[in-house]
């Protein structure tokens, strides 16, 4: 016995088709090595997607794994003078410790 319903829903899946260009899902992650120089003229290197970390403002935690230095690391960002320049300047400094949990 012939099954209508399979044969309407596969002429209709023909017709139609399963999916339009519009509906692809085109984010792709973009995880690249970026470089942070903390607040004491360090070099810190991570590795992440760039388009969804959130770096911290001030006095939040961001925990990342530095691939520099093979260990993972609490950044903490603060509003404060610009130390690494002589210009007066304030802007955010990052702070970088080793985590300990």
């Known amino acids: 016995m012939v099954d209508w319903r399979k044969i309407a829903l596969l002429t209709i899946l023909n017709i139609v088709g399963c999916t ?6 085109l984010n792709v992650k973009t995880i690249k090595e970026y470089e942070l120089i ?4 360090i070099n810190h290197l991570y590795k992440d997607d760039l388009n969804n970390v959130v770096f911290p403002r001030h006095n939040k935690l961001l925990t ?3 691939r520099e230095h093979k260990v993972w690391e609490d950044i903490q960002a603060r509003w404060s003078q610009d ?3 002589n210009s007066g300047n ?12």
Do not use: H, P, W
């Open 83 to 85: 130390r690494l320049s």
């Open 90 to 101: 304030y802007r955010y400094n990052y702070f970088v410790k080793a985590n300990t949990k």
């Open 38 to 41: 903390d607040f004491n003229g």
């Open 20 to 25: 339009s260009i519009e509906n692809i899902d």
């Open 64 to 66: 990342q794994y530095c």
